[in-house]
């Protein structure tokens, strides 16, 4: 209760003085100018996960790498704000003695009254001062941590993306983040204003009367032994908290991009009775924290609110007995003060530090995964890439002992078109995805010219191989940006044209309001199945690679408008070693060979004309599909 009113007073105090001494700040910015005004980009290349340790405080500490000067210096001026505040008391007992309880004062009292001033001030100008260093070293470290965090998501191999769910990465680069900001700004600087205060105080107290200032520090031991018990229980509850928070994360951001699926499912009322549940199970542990806090505050409060009694008592009784000067005891008042407010503080720290430390740990876990080691591999061709591509004995599995690829075996020549054939989960993508090293397979060998592709790098490889994907991707920016994102030149309006007429889009891109300029997704156009195809077959020719992945890139298509992409990709196959995967016999028939898989394995290869003569999966497949279709043919003959 004490505590709180005094802590209320002196906060607004300390947010007054900023705006109350803010033209004496010239000269003291001049004076730190150098401090504040380092320049904040050069510490941004940072390489964090060979920088950060496990062990927490370390790891935090590191993190401020850069920015320790400002740090120290924000709290060397808290320093220096709490001693002017200790003189302050000083002087008011002083003066009491000297001028108010005798006249025995030899300074004139103007001089009294100016020092007075001075003093706040001072404390004034310190205190801005670290607030201000302690933002721009919490602002800066974490502005670069965020950086960093993105950097490396960027780098982290396809199976850790494929394992984590995107909400518990955002609510990680989010909000842990910003329990590591409140952590840099206000209980780093915190912990160590609230020492400096009450070492400063208690020396000053010390200097008043030593017995006095014991008394005064009765209850240190018991409130720094219930804060870190509270420490321990209110870590468990933050982390509990801060797990719940991902899976809420999550469930929004499944939610939005499945919206389609679920409007059309009519899945609302399930939908929002699980993100209810799981908002519910945050309400929860969030009352939780909450109670384990509210418990904490009266605790320490009826703590400090006894000891200041006990010392007031004391000192009171003391004074009166003569041991002590009035003048004396009226410091000791405000100075006991300056003792029990950092104490009640330290423990608030210590308690509130728990999140701070629960999330560096849920960071640093993200931090330490390895990166995909995106240049390993250091062979590169002089003359290009020729394109052949041997498969021997090649297998595959995502998790150990789950053969996804059996012992796949055929090569494919420069230049020549590979079809896969095969149902749904036969493995088709999977094998393609080895060829960018998406993946590494298990055992065999695959061979680009000659070289086995572990020799190549990623980086060179995904440069050489275009990749038209099976759901393929459009960012929200414009449609001229995403058939140019592949390219790291600038383009002519003819070539992204050119692009776009080859993979028939052009025309339809015309029929936009803002033609290339139209906008993608939510604030723009939403396009079909066919056109996000089509403008992905545009990104992958502006590309201009060497070998050529198709997954599926016709199958959102019309027969009219796949006729003509594939005119559009034969031209685009041409000196291109292309797989092409697709489930129309039609699309796949003038391949140079044919795989068919079947749960992993190749059951069949060669060219159409003689796999269509062999008994097998093909044959049953070609046979099924000419059928229907001139059941169709024959249906719309007859309708018209
Ligand atoms: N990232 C992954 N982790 C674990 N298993 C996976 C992963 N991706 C695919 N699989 C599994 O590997 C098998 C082959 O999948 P793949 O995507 O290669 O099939 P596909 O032939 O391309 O099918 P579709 O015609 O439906 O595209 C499936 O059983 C699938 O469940
Ligand atoms: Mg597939």
New binding site residues.
């Given amino acids: 209760m004490f505590g709180s009113i005094y802590s209320i007073y002196t906060e607004q105090q300390i947010s007054a003085f900023p705006i109350r001494y803010n033209q004496t700040l010239s000269l003291s910015e001049n004076l730190f100018g150098a401090l504040l005004k380092r320049n904040t980009q050069t510490h941004s290349e940072l390489d964090l996960k060979h920088l950060l340790s496990e062990k927490r405080i370390k790891g935090l500490w590191r993190l401020m790498r850069g920015y320790h000067l400002e740090y120290t210096a924000a709290i060397t001026a808290q320093g220096f704000s709490a001693l002017a505040k200790a003189a302050t008391y000083m002087l008011l007992s002083f003066f009491v003695d000297n001028y108010l309880v005798t006249s025995i004062g030899t300074y004139p009292i103007w001089m009294i009254s100016i020092s007075f001033i001075l003093l706040a001030g001072l404390q004034g100008i310190f205190t801005y001062l670290s607030g201000r260093l302690a933002a721009k070293t919490s602002e800066n470290t974490v502005r670069r941590l965020r950086n960093y965090l993105f950097d490396h998501i960027q780098h982290l191999p396809?199976?850790y993306h494929?394992?984590t769910d995107t909400g518990e990465l955002i609510s990680r680069c989010t909000s842990d983040v910003d329990s590591l900001r409140r952590f840099f700004n206000d209980q780093a600087i915190g912990i160590g204003r609230i020492s400096l205060l009450f070492i400063v105080n208690f020396i000053a107290l010390i200097q008043l009367n030593t017995k006095l200032a014991l008394i005064s520090v009765i209850a240190v031991p018991f409130i720094l032994g219930i804060s870190i018990y509270f420490f321990r229980k209110v870590s468990k509850a933050y982390e509990a908290y801060q797990e719940q928070d991902a899976v809420l994360s999550t469930t929004l951001q499944e939610n939005l991009s499945g919206v389609r699926v679920v409007k059309a499912f009519a899945r609302q009322p399930y939908e929002i009775d699980k993100f209810e549940k799981n908002n519910w199970e945050k309400f929860l542990r969030g009352k939780k924290l909450l109670t384990i806090h509210s418990l904490y505050w009266p605790i320490s409060e009826v703590l400090c609110g006894l000891q200041m009694l006990v010392g007031f008592l004391v000192g009171a009784l003391m004074a009166i007995n003569g041991k002590i000067t009035v003048g004396d005891y009226l410091a000791y008042a405000g100075l006991v003060i300056w003792i029990i407010f950092p104490l009640r503080g330290l423990g608030r720290f210590i308690v509130q530090m728990s999140n701070g430390l629960v999330s560096y740990d849920r960071v640093y876990k993200i931090i330490n995964e390895n990166r995909e080691p995106i240049d390993e591999g250091k062979y590169k061709p002089a003359d290009g890439v020729k394109g052949e591509i041997i498969f021997d004995h090649v297998s595959f599995e995502?998790?150990k002992n789950?053969r996804?690829?059996h012992n796949i075996s055929f090569k494919a020549d420069a230049g020549k078109v590979i079809a896969?054939l095969?149902?749904?989960?036969?493995?088709?993508?999977?094998?393609v995805?080895l060829l960018p090293r998406f993946?590494e397979y298990t055992s065999g060998e695959i061979l680009l010219d000659g070289f086995d592709l572990r020799c190549y790098s990623r980086r060179f490889l995904r440069q050489e191989i275009g990749i038209v994907e099976?759901e393929p991707f459009l960012f929200s920016r414009s449609i001229k940006e995403n058939i140019t994102y592949g390219v790291n030149r600038e383009m002519t309006r003819e070539e992204i044209e050119q692009a776009a007429k080859k993979a028939a889009i052009h025309d339809v891109i015309l029929t936009f309001p803002d033609g290339y300029n139209t906008l993608v997704g939510e604030r723009g156009v939403t396009l079909s199945g066919g056109q996000k195809q089509r403008i992905a077959i545009a990104r992958t020719l502006l590309k201009d690679p060497c070998i050529l992945i198709l997954?599926?890139s016709t199958s959102s298509v019309d027969t009219e408008t796949e006729g003509q992409i594939r005119s559009a990709l034969e031209s685009l196959m041409k000196d291109r070693t292309t797989f092409i995967?697709a489930?129309r016999i039609q699309s796949i028939m003038t391949a140079d060979l044919i795989l068919v898989?079947e749960d992993?394995h190749v059951t069949q290869k060669g060219r159409h004309t003689d796999l269509v003569k062999k008994a097998g999966i093909y044959q049953q497949i070609y046979n099924m599909q000419t059928r229907v279709e001139t059941e169709l043919d024959e249906e719309l003959s007859n309708a018209g």
């Fill in positions: 396809f199976s494929s394992e995502y998790e789950d996804v690829l896969l095969g149902s749904t989960g036969s493995g088709k993508t999977t094998l995805n993946y099976q997954d599926d995967i489930h898989l992993g």
